[in-house]
């Protein structure tokens, strides 16, 4: 099988929770499984050494413009022309839409963007803000 991951996270500057765990994920996928190959996509050309890189496992950058149409356009697109047979996003949002015969699995680490501000504080920042709308749609 062919399977895409969405590494955006994992090549951040400073890496979080989410960028960790997609780093161990990547790593040890790669080195249990001889069978499989895997694509490796990222928003941007840094910190690329902390993917594992082998004859399977390859990264392929998809620059970033705006990140909802990253995600919600050019990595759909690209996961066709890569023929892959499964896209793993695991950053709790992914494509809304994706070519049928493509498997899609998504990892959700956190739903605090679903309680009401009651409990979750209204975010500060614009860009906090938007991202919230963003992962609730």
Known sequence: MRIGI???FAVEARP?????YIENLIEHLVRIDSDNEYIFYVHRAQNLERLPLRPR???KVIPLHVY?????????VRAVADDLDVLHCAGTTG??????NIGYVATVHDVSFLLPEQIMP???LAYQRLGRLYRRW
């Open 6 to 8: 969405d590494c955006r």
């Open 16 to 20: 979080r929770g989410t960028g960790r």
């Open 57 to 59: 496992a390859r990264v």
């Open 68 to 76: 909802p149409v990253w995600e919600q356009m050019l990595l759909p």
């Open 95 to 100: 494509p809304l839409v994706l070519a049928q």
């Open 122 to 124: 209204k975010p500060q």
